[in-house]
């Protein structure tokens, strides 16, 4: 399937004359001039290398990535879909791209507008009186959120207020966020159904607690049906409640978290609404929030004046900036696209057609291997590589690196903590019947493997140019050159 890559500086020089280009027969400019210091006749130590190898170097390097475009993705939590190309053409309009935020506001009316259009359609569906653009991703829009809790507080007075409850289910950054924001976390435990344990809830309640996070649908993929006793409790002893809105695909058009009390939500746009995903570069993770806690939002917030469209600076109260001008605005345009372009009832299809294809691959797979919970999940699903463990020897990680031999990006691994060897399994709306149950085919032949020649799972996967790095160093210390 891969093509083995050499690194550029191991191609031998000049193997082939390179006739596609006619020599440049110009005066020689005074480059020297021009640059000053740094220039250097020294020719950097750069190889010489035929055009047509060049190419071929760099496609097959290419296509030793997999992604969303190569076929299906199904990592659950951090999943990013598939965006649609309409999205990145009306993102690359000139009158989008060939603006800057510094122009003056008369002539990027059409941009404000947007953005300002953008906030009522996100209001609508969240259920939320107001939106900032500014996060560049989910965790930052945690940050974001949470900041405006604790300014919440503060202009009260009520500085006491220093807890942030949690449950184990959430997703990890939702405590380093409020960590970062100088609270102290909570961890309220999961009931035998994998949802928050309500008695547990009330224990934890007193006149410290800031505010709750929650993540709805939660990292189980279960919907948190006792979600307005939640935000009820934390509302009567004067917290606020955080919806982690990361799963909003799972619910779009079906249910909106202002109705279910909360204050503050942040959207994932790479999972919900088919954007890029952010990884704290140039992503979005919107903050919506409710009027009274509009005052504190970041700054500036676009407003729309007798004369147009603004960006309005003068807000007192507000925690500030969190990244500069309005945020990620080609993200934003993307996400306008992709709401537009489905319109209500298209959204409500997308919700709908990710929770059905969860549970299709769940029942196809649900045989072959233990599952987190016996409850029906949302937009994906928990199963665990613990029976093969037990069988075989064979882990979640030998389960997940032979699925790159199938020809799949295998599921997210060992999260959530709170399942030993846990697969969480995304495969979004866009896959298609046939894709589902290829993805399903895999599992159930990989399970089959896994008694009958475990040493396949060991030693996968068998056709990746790279089969089983040190995982963390990989990461954190890549060596992308000789
Ligand atoms: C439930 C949940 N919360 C928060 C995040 C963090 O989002 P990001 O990776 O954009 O910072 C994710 C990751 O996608 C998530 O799944």
Redesign the pocket.
């Known amino acids: 399937m891969y093509k083995d890559t050499k690194l550029i500086f191991a191609y031998e020089t000049k193997t082939k004359p390179n006739r596609l280009i006619a020599p440049l027969d110009l005066d020689k400019p005074d480059l020297a001039s021009f640059y000053g210091e740094a220039y250097s006749e020294e020719l950097p130590d750069l190889p010489d290398i035929d055009e047509v190898s060049v190419i071929r170097h760099y496609t097959n390097l290419s296509a030793m990535n997999y992604g969303v475009e190569t076929g299906t993705y199904p990592l659950g939590?951090?999943?990013m879909k598939y965006n649609p190309k309409v999205n990145e053409d009306l993102a690359a309009l000139d009158g989008f791209t060939m603006t800057h935020p510094l122009q003056p506001e008369e002539t990027v009316q059409g941009n404000l507008e947007l953005l300002y259009s953008l906030e009522q359609k996100l209001c609508d569906l969240i259920g939320m009186d107001h939106f900032t653009f500014q996060p560049s991703?989910?965790?930052?829009?945690?940050h974001t959120g949470l900041l405006l809790i604790k300014a919440y507080h503060e202009d009260r007075g009520d500085t006491k207020r220093n807890i942030i409850i949690v449950p184990d289910s959430?997703?990890g950054?939702?405590p380093a966020s409020a960590a970062m924001v100088g609270y102290q976390v909570r961890e309220v435990a999961s009931n035998e159904k994998g949802r928050v344990d309500l008695e547990a809830l009330k224990e934890l309640m007193s006149d410290q607690v800031a505010g709750l996070m929650l993540?709805n649908p939660n990292?189980l993929g279960l919907f948190e049906t006792e979600v307005e006793e939640i935000t009820k409790l934390v509302h009567d002893c004067g917290g606020l409640v955080y919806y982690?809105g990361?799963?909003a695909n799972a619910i779009l058009m079906q249910a909106r978290p202002g109705d279910m009390g909360f204050d503050v939500v942040?959207l994932?746009v790479?999972?919900t609404l088919s954007t890029p995903?952010?990884?704290?570069g140039p992503?979005a993770?919107p903050v919506g929030c409710k009027d009274f806690l509009a005052p504190y939002l970041p700054k500036p917030v676009v407003v729309r004046r007798q004369d147009g469209f603004a960006l309005d600076y003068d807000r007192p109260k507000s925690i500030g900036k969190v990244r500069a001008f309005t945020g990620s605005f080609g993200i934003m345009v993307r996400a306008y696209a992709y709401i537009l372009a489905n319109g209500a009832e298209g959204l409500k299809e997308v919700s709908e057609g990710a929770v059905a294809n969860a549970n299709y691959v769940l029942e196809r797979v649900r045989e072959a291997y233990d599952v987190a919970s016996e409850e029906a999940p949302m937009h994906e699903f928990v199963i665990t590589g613990a029976r093969q463990k037990k069988g075989s020897g064979c882990n979640t990680h030998d389960i997940a690196k032979r699925l790159i031999d199938y020809g799949f990006h295998p599921p997210t691994v060992y999260f959530p903590l709170i399942v030993p060897e846990a697969m969480m399994v995304e495969p979004t709306e866009t896959e298609s019947r046939a894709d589902l149950d290829a993805l399903a085919d895999a599992l159930l032949k990989i399970a089959e493997e896994a008694e009958d020649k475990p040493e396949l799972l060991r030693g996968a996967p068998h056709q990746a140019p790279i089969s089983r790095p040190d995982e963390t160093r990989a990461a954190r210390k890549p060596i992308v050159k000789a």
């Not at 991703?137 to 945690?142: F, I, K, L």
């Not at 995903?277 to 704290?280: I, L």
């Open positions: 939590s951090c999943t991703a989910g965790a930052h829009g945690e959430a997703h950054t939702n993540t990292t982690d990361a799963n942040h994932n790479h999972k995903h952010g990884g704290g992503g993770g």
